[in-house]
C-alpha cells in the first residue's frame, strides 16, 4: 500500500465517496478539522521548528524560511478561512444553466467535481490543510507531494486531517501523502489516475513538471507585482498603500517589487516614501530618474524582472499612464498589479489594459489572495488564463456536465418539410433530477 | 508577410482591436458574413466539389466524404448558428462575480477574451466559419490551420470572412489562415503567441499534437456514443431514438454506435428496432445473449470500442442498469451517453454516475451539440473535463480579470489590536468601470 500507483488507486477509489458527501457532511469535516488544529496549535508549532532548524542547517534564504514557519497568525488566518469554506455554499451539483431547446427538451449545465487532484509542494506546509479542504468541499479527493522542507509539520498536519476525517465517519482514504523524491516524476506519469495537478514550487521543479506532465497543470505563477504611483493622486494613500505592499508581508507572492512613479509627482512622493521605508530597512533602487530625486542604489536592467521576496524596492520614472502600463505588460509575472489614483478614467484605462489576473485601484497588493477575496482559501495562484486565473478556490477544482430531458424527442423532425424550430429559452430553473 | 511567426504577430496585433470591439461591432460583422455566404452558396458548393472530386479520387472514407461535402442544409445550419450567435449577449466584460470585502473595498471578476486561438482542422470546412465568428464574438482572433482535404473549401470562407470584415471597417487580420503541412509543428511552438489551441482533426494528429503542444489544447474528443434501453421503456419511443441516433447522421460524433438493452425488454424490443433498422440497410453486431433473439452477426470485443462513424451498430444485452452504467463508463468515449426509461429514478442514476460530457434521457444523442444546446455553434467538443467540457461555445473562449476598488485599504489594519474584518458579502453590482 505504499507505492504511488496503489496510493492513486485508494484515493481514486475514495473520490466517489467524497463527490457523494453531502455539505453538510463536508463542513462537519472541515469544522471537525479546524478544532483538531486550534487544539494542537503546541505540537505543530513544535513540529514546525524542527523543520525551521533543519532549514536554517540548510542555510534556507529569509525569504523561504518566513514561508516555512508557521505563526500564531499564519494559524488564525488558517482558521478564519476554514470557518469562512464551512459556511460557503455547496459548489457542486450546482445548475450553472438552464435552457429551454424546445417545448418537452430542456437542457441543464451542472457541476461536478473533477476528481482527483495532485498537489505538489515544497516549504509552505500549511498549504496541505488549504488545499485538501477546498478539494474535499468540492467534492475531490487529493494526493499531496509533500517536500522535504516541511516534512515534520506537514505529517501532524497529514494526520490531523485524517483523524478528523475518521471521526465523521468519512473515509480517511480520500487525502493521501507521499514525499519520497521519485514519487514526484511517478505523479506526472499518472494521467489515467489524476484529473488535475497542482504546483506550488520553485521555478526549477515547475519547468521540470511543465516539460514532463501530461495531466492539466495549475502553476503557482511568480509574484512579479507592481504599483503604479499615479500624478494626480492623494500622496499620503500611495505612502501607506505602497508601504503595506511592500513591508506587511515582503515574502509573499503578491508583495510589491517594482514600484512605477509618474515624473510630475516624483519629487513631492519619493522622498516622503523613502523616510517611510527606511524605518523597516527596506534597500532601494532605481533608474537614472529616480536617483536624480533620491540618493540611492542603481537599478540594473535585471531589477525589472526580479522578484525579491525580501525588504528590497526598485523604483522606475515614467512620463504617462500609457509608459506605466506598457513597463508592467513587459515585466509583470501576472500575478498582481495595482494603481494609485484620484483619477478614474486613469484607474478604469490602467485595469483594463495591465493583463495580469488581479489589478487593483487604491488599495494594497497584498488584498489579492482567496481569503481576503472570500473564497475561502486558493489552492494556488496561476497567472495562466486557461481555466482558472488568479487565486483558484473552489470554483477552479470543480467541472460540469451537460444533461438533457426529452421526452422522445428526434433530431430528424427539425428537418422536415415543416420542421420544429429550437426555441433555446433560458428558463430560471434547477435540474430536476438532483 | 507568409511565415507563421508573421501572420501570428499580425494576429496578436489584431487581438487588440478585436477585444476592443462592441458587441453590435461584431453581431455586424457576423451579419455581414452570414450575407455573404447566403449569397455566395454556389460559388462555395462549387469550390467544394473541388475538394470532394480530389478526395473521392484520394479514396478518401464515405464517413470522410460525408464530412467533408457541404450541402445546402449543412449551409442553412450554419447560417442558422450565426444568426443565433448574433443575437446573443456579448460575452466579454460580463460581471461574473461581485463582492463587498470590506466598507469601500470592492471585488469585481470580470470576462476577458483569452487572445489568441489556433485552430487545426481536416476535412470538415465549415469550421472555418462556426469557430471564426464564436472566436470573434468572444473578443478573440484566430488562426486557423485548415488540411489539404477541404483546401477550395476552406479558401474561399476565409475570404467571404476577411471581404465582410473589411466592409465592417474591422481590420481582416484578425483571422488567418496557414495551409503547408509543416505550420502545424510551427504552431506548436508558439506559447508566447497563441493562448489556447483547438484541434478537430484525426486520432493520429491529435496524438502528435498531445505529446508536442506545450500550449493549452482543447481536443475534439471521439464519438463513441451509447443508449441504454431500460426494462422499463415505452417501446415506440425507444425504437425511435435509437433510429434517429444512429440513421440521421451517422457520420457525426454524436451518432449512437452501441446499444446496451435490457434482457428484460430485448426480445420485444430488438425484432422492432433491427426491422426499422433494415429499412435504412444497417450492420448489426451482437453478444451472444443478443444472438439468441436476432439472427445477426456476432461482435468481438473490439466493437465495444468501435466509432464506426457509418451505418453499423453493436448491441449488447445487460443484467441491470448497474450493468449498463458499468459497460459505459468502460467503453465510452465520454463524449455522448443516453438512456430511454420511463423510470425517473433510474434516469436520475445514470446520468449522476455515467462520466460522459452530455447525458440524455429519452431523447436523441444527436442533440448533443453546440447549435442544439443554443450555444451558437460549438468550437469544439471537449471530452476531457479542464477549462470546458462536451460542446464548446463562446464560454469556452473566455478567461476573467480580478479588479479590485478600493479607497486607500491596507491589509495591515487587519493585523492590529482591534482588527478589521471581512465582510465578503455578495453584491449585485456591474463592476462600475467598463
Redesign the interface.
Known sequence: MNSVTDKLQSVRHASRAVSALSCEEKDTVIKAVAKKIDHSRDAILSENQKDVELAKKAKMSKAGLHLLELTQ?KINDLLYGMQ?LASMEDPIHQTLKS?E?NEG?E?YCVSYP??VIGVVFENIPEVLIQVCLLCLKSGNAVIFKGGKESMHTQHILFSLVQEASEECKVTKEWVALVDAKQDLKKLLDQQEHL??LITRVSQKTTKLI?DRA?I?VLHQGRGLCHVYVDDEC?VD?AV??CY?SKC??PAAGNALETLVVHKAIAATFLPRLRDMLSMANVRLLGDDAVLKVLGIEHATHKDWGAEYNDLVLSITIVESIDDAIGHINQYSSKHTDGIVTKD?HK??KF??HVD?????????T???DG????LGGDAVVST????A???VGMEGLV??????????????DY?VEEPKK?T?KMIDKRYP??
Open positions: 497568525n469562512e435552457v431547446l427538451l437542457l473533477l476528481g484529473d488535475l511543465s501530461k492539466p492623494d494613500m501607506k498603500v503595506d506587511q508581508n478614474k484607474a478604469k485595469m483594463q495580469s489576473a488581479s489589478v487593483l485601484w487604491n488599495c494594497s497584498l488584498f489579492s481569503y481576503r477575496y472570500g495562466g488564463k486557461f481555466h486565473r488568479g487565486p467541472t460540469y456536465k451537460w444533461k438533457v430531458i426529452g421526452n422522445g424527442n428526434l433530431v430528424s428537418y429550437f433555446h433530477l438532483e
